[in-house]
């Protein structure tokens, strides 16, 4: 199909309006679903790890298995049953041990997302936790349940990692970020996004490989099913769907994310509670979406 699309949709914020949701609405589904059998290829792209993800699909009952998908803001990139896993970033352990020192200078948790092959688990230190933190582990704890809490993350390393990260106030998040910047940029790339939990002053810091973006998986995903940029659309509502949207032909925002993320939007949907995502899908399963023309380079 030539004139297929690929729609790379964010996940919280944008198809779910908290963090803890447990559950995809009917009509998100139907949306979603409508896109697909429209010819075009729907990409879930999230910030979530592959058990999280995968929690909630089957929670939601919608969880197809030729699903592509993002995780971990393009640490694992997967092309669904028939394509399998297209790339796979981890933060060896070397860096792992000196993220885990520079959280803890900064005074924040450090959890550490583990690989598939070492179970995919979370860990975290036993520490006075922050109550945002706190409903986050929670959450994921009972629907996730691959949590484990140790005394000392220095004693329990992995060979490598897919994430380092911590959910804190704002405050505290933005010192730890310029400090891994300025010490390891060269090996790692720190995400700041703005929790849906805390009212607006819990911001996560997330490091990964260096080399993990949704804007790199979203590319991959269009070379391996052959669509170009100019049948790109992306849909988010956070700091981090910012390279997803560098990418695309088309980038859509949620109202109710960050003015800046608004602001480097072409359109900006209805909030969640008024299905204005759903309606957005909606249009591009009917083909009354506006898409760019090609450009020359790519028509050609």
């Known amino acids: ?14 198809l779910l ?16 679903e409508a896109v ?30 030729d699903l592509p998908k993002v995780l971990l803001n393009g640490a694992i990139v997967h092309g669904g049953d028939g394509l399998g896993l297209l790339a796979s970033q ?5 860096d792992l041990a000196r993220l885990v020192l520079l959280f803890r200078d900064h005074g924040v948790v450090p959890m550490i ?37 140790v005394d000392d993350l220095l004693d329990h390393l992995p060979q490598a990692a897919f994430e380092v990260g911590t959910i804190d106030l704002e405050q505290n998040i933005r010192p730890l970020t310029d400090a891994i910047r ?8 720190v995400i700041n996004t703005r929790s849906l939990l805390g009212g607006g002053r819990y911001f996560w810091a997330e490091v990964y490989h260096r080399a993990c973006s ?35 032909a088309v ?25 204005g995502p759903a309606a957005v899908l909606e249009e591009i399963a009917a083909g009354t979406f506006p898409l760019p023309a090609p450009r020359d380079e790519e028509s050609a």
């Open 251 to 275: 980038s859509v925002a949620v109202s109710g994310g960050p003015d800046e993320v608004q602001a480097a939007a072409d359109r900006v949907a209805a909030p969640i509670a008024e299905s």
């Open 1 to 14: 199909m030539q004139d297929r699309l690929l729609v790379a949709v964010d996940m919280d914020g944008t």
């Open 113 to 149: 997302y583990a690989t598939d092959t070492d179970g995919a688990a979370l860990m975290y230190e036993r520490a006075e936790i922050n109550p945002v933190l706190t409903r986050y582990l929670d959450h994921h704890r009972d629907h996730v349940e691959a949590v484990d809490p």
């Open 182 to 189: 300025s010490e390891l940029s060269d090996r790692v790339r």
């Open 36 to 65: 697909r059998a429209a010819g075009h290829v729907v990409a879930i792209c999230t910030g979530r790890n592959r058990p999280s993800l995968e929690s909630l699909l089957d929670r939601s009952g919608w969880h197809p298995a």
């Open 214 to 248: 949704k804007g790199a998986g979203v590319e991959l995903l269009a070379r391996t099913f052959d669509i170009p940029p100019h049948r790109i659309i992306a849909m988010g509502d956070n700091y981090n769907d910012l390279d997803m949207f560098s990418v695309a």
């Open 17 to 32: 309006d908290t963090e803890a949701h447990q559950r995809l609405r009917p009509r998100e589904i139907a949306a979603l």
């Open 90 to 94: 981890v933060v060896p352990r070397a």
